[in-house]
């Protein structure tokens, strides 16, 4: 059965920082992995989402990475601000074609 | 604009009540799917639709039914059975089932048993 794991928890920076979100996953047959934003009392944004075939992809600040091999991504958020404050979510799609989240990380940003 | 819609954002059900949550697509998605969230937890599935007129359960089903009458429409119904429903409920949908697919979410539903 697929689990993922997202560290840290929680994340707490000064703005203008850059900073890296983990995610890890035990099985490494995934067809993609997706990174979410949630607002509290929100639904989900789909950030970037990542083919079991490419390497990385890229929206604006961010940058999401992945090593299926290892079963490992990350997404680098670079010069951090206020507004990006947020839960993240990583999940994969694999098996029986449904999602597996991670439990998220609470990431704030203080002016 | 194209998207996902859940209706209520809010619901209060009393003990022993059924109550229905609404989910509505306009993206000609054909897999549909809801998922139940708790305060530090991962989303958990509960129903997932390939196509219109099937639906499977997910990992949590028990006291939740679904159907699936119309490609647009896939509504949750939160039975007396579950014995634990207050929840942040969301429904997301995807282009197909199978491969390689992005999921897209509504702004979800929040449930509270008063």
Redesign the interface.
Known sequence: KQEVTQIPAALSVPEGENLVLNCSFTDSAIYNLQWFRQDPGKGLTSLLLIQSSQREQTSGRLNASLDKSSGRSTLYIAASQPGDSATYLCAVLSGYSTLTFGKGTMLLVSP | DGGIT?SPKYLFRKEGQNVTLSCEQNLNHD?M?W?RQDP????R?IY?SQIVNDFQK?DIAEGYSVSREKKESFPLTVTSAQKNPTA?Y?C?SSSK????????????T?LTVV
Do not use: I, S
């Open positions: 859940q897999a799917y998922y530090g937890q991962g989303l599935l997932y997910g942040f969301l997301a089932w199978g491969g390689n697919t992005e999921a897209f979410f509504g702004q979800g929040r």
